[in-house]
């Protein structure tokens, strides 16, 4: 979860961030802003130390306008489009 700070709409159209080549590359399965407007989710596929290093090189986490919280789930049950996802037992 992405928590945002009350700088985070200018640093958000003055920082590129590359998610759009996570997605490309499935490492981010999907990822948007909360409702209401209080910060974000990623789902991201990869290791704890995977995504802590994206957090770490994160335009929004070096600038110190995101606080992130990664929290790890084994995807035991899933729709059919993401049964890739699924892990058995």
């Known amino acids: 979860m992405v928590r945002p700070s009350p700088g985070l709409l200018p640093q958000e ?47 929004f986490h070096v600038h110190g306008v995101a606080e992130y919280t990664v929290t790890e789930f084994v995807p035991t049950m899933t729709s059919p489009e993401l049964e890739g996802l699924r892990v058995q037992g």
Do not use: M, N
């Open 13 to 59: 159209t003055a920082s590129p961030r590359d998610e759009t080549g996570r997605h490309a590359d499935g490492v981010f399965v999907a990822s948007g802003r909360t409702v209401p407007r209080t910060g974000g989710v990623i789902l991201a596929r990869g290791s704890r130390a995977e995504v802590l290093e994206l957090v770490r090189q994160d335009p």
